[in-house]
């Protein structure tokens, strides 16, 4: 079993940057593919960024392209998710997601095939 926890959340106005942490419980968590995922109020669950678990592979959807980064200190059990450019469109709870994968150069997009998943941190921007 693994644990996410998620921080970095806040209340920002349109243009400023956040960045948001996820610290899973275990160590094994570097052999995991992970990713951060998004909700808005009134609309469904959708993907953000992707990691593999070795670092070296990443995907973004479009919305965020050249404004969010994704990276992962394995060290430290923790991945990141760096905002920048924010826009009131990007309100929204972010969480975290894991899962574990033999293939450590592949990311997974997709919500349905990560096993673990953090509560969510809430990401404001104001206009």
């Known amino acids: 079993q693994v644990q996410l926890v998620e921080s970095g959340g806040g209340l920002v106005q349109a243009g400023d940057s956040l960045t948001l942490s996820c610290t899973a419980s275990?160590?094994?968590?570097?052999?995991?593919?992970m990713a951060w995922f998004r909700q808005a109020p009134g609309k469904e669950r959708e993907p953000v960024a992707a990691i593999s678990s070795n670092g070296g592979g990443t995907d973004y959807v479009n919305p965020v392209k050249g404004r969010f980064t994704i990276s992962r200190d394995s060290a430290k059990n923790t991945v990141y998710l760096q905002m920048k450019s924010l826009k009131p469109e990007d309100t929204a709870v972010y969480y975290c997601?894991?899962?574990?994968?033999?293939?450590?150069?592949?990311?997974?997009?997709?919500?349905?095939?990560?096993?673990?998943w953090g509560q969510g941190t809430q990401v404001t921007v104001s206009s």
């Open positions: 997601a894991a899962r574990d994968t033999y293939y450590s150069d592949i990311t997974y997009i997709i919500g349905g095939l990560y096993e673990y």
């Open positions: 275990r160590r094994a968590v570097r052999y995991y593919a």
